[in-house]
Nanobody, 127 residues
Framework: QVHLVESGGGLVQAGGSLRLSCSASRRAFTEHAVAWFRQAPGQEREFVSS????????YFAKSVQGRFTISRDNDKITVYLQMNRLTPEDTAVYYCASKRTILTASPPAEAGSYDYWGQGTQVTVSS
């Protein structure tokens, strides 16, 4: 069992930046692909970004491409989501999720593919 905890959310003005962190409870996390999803009120949970187990593969939704970056620090068993040029449309609860994968696997974009989830962190972008 791996427990995930997100942090770094908050209130920011449009155009600002936030960095979210997803910290894991066990080093087994280093064998996991990790993804970020978000859910705005009244909307479906949507894929934001993912990173492969090795960290060499990163993927982004079109809506955040060029503004968000994802990285991982396996020594700290933490994955980061750097969010720049935020807009009110980015307002949502952000969740990290993980699943154990083989080293060469690309992380899936479907929420149902992930086994472990954090509790979420609220990101609010004011106009």
């Amino acid at each position: 069992q791996v427990h995930l905890v997100e942090s770094g959310g908050g209130l920011v003005q449009a155009g600002g930046s936030l960095r979210l962190s997803c910290s894991a409870s066990r080093r087994a996390f280093t064998e996991h692909a990790v993804a970020w999803f978000r859910q705005a009120p009244g909307q479906e949970r949507e894929f934001v970004s993912s990173i492969s187990r090795s960290g060499s593969g990163t993927y982004f939704a079109k809506s955040v491409q060029g503004r968000f970056t994802i990285s991982r620090d396996n020594d700290k068993i933490t994955v980061y989501l750097q969010m720049n040029r935020l807009t009110p449309e980015d307002t949502a609860v952000y969740y990290c999720a993980s699943k154990r994968t083989i080293l060469t696997a690309s992380p899936p974009a479907e929420a149902g593919s992930y086994d472990y989830w954090g509790q979420g962190t609220q990101v609010t972008v004011s106009s």
